[in-house]
């Protein structure tokens, strides 16, 4: 009898803890092109659509060639929109952006539960620290490290129970 107890409480400790297997490196490179070719066409986006507003305010094409050319302010509606493309993608899918959708990989936290729109937040600010994209070539990107989540395979692994 003592037997089947130990081994009862051995399947529900491994029961307990989730079959899942890390992104390969290719697949994260793969995310950070993809998700870096959505940034730049958001960003054209919006480039495009500030430069008709100032053009339909009445501003001649020299002031706003002159908008665009002040680094501070291109700067400042690149960090915006890196705020807003990244948060609201990762937030709403809780851990998924196209590139990781594409590869077939979530975002999750330390306890392997879904990432917060909190945590989408945090990931983003950190990826906005200088050479943060090579933080990754010591295989835990600081925007993994520093907001305690990880970047799994999505197909081995569903929330609350191993994949069958």
């Known amino acids: 009898m003592e037997e089947n107890v130990v081994s009862s409480v051995f399947e529900e400790l491994a029961a307990e803890q989730p079959a899942f297997e890390y992104a390969t490196q290719g697949q994260r490179f793969a995310n950070y092109l993809i998700d870096l070719v959505v940034y730049y066409a958001f960003n054209a986006l919006i480039g495009a659509l500030i430069g008709m507003t100032l053009a339909l305010s009445g501003m001649q094409l ?19 929109n890196m705020l807003i493309i990244y948060t609201i993608i990762e937030g709403a ?68 129970e191993p994949a069958q």
């Not at 020299?62 to 915006?80: H, K, L, P, Q």
């Not at 851990?95 to 990931?123: H, N």
């Not at 943060?132 to 999505?154: L, N, Q």
């Open 93 to 160: 899918s809780k851990g998924r952006s196209l590139g990781k959708v594409i590869t077939r990989t979530v975002a999750v936290k330390d306890d392997f539960s879904r990432i917060t729109w909190k945590d989408a937040l945090m990931r983003t600010l950190c990826r906005m620290i200088p050479f943060e994209p090579f933080s990754a070539f010591g295989g835990y990107p600081w925007h993994d490290k520093y907001t305690h989540t990880h970047v799994i395979k999505k197909g081995q692994f569903t929330f609350g």
């Open 62 to 80: 020299e002031d706003i060639t002159e908008f665009f050319s002040n680094r501070v302010y291109t700067f400042g509606i690149a960090m915006v």
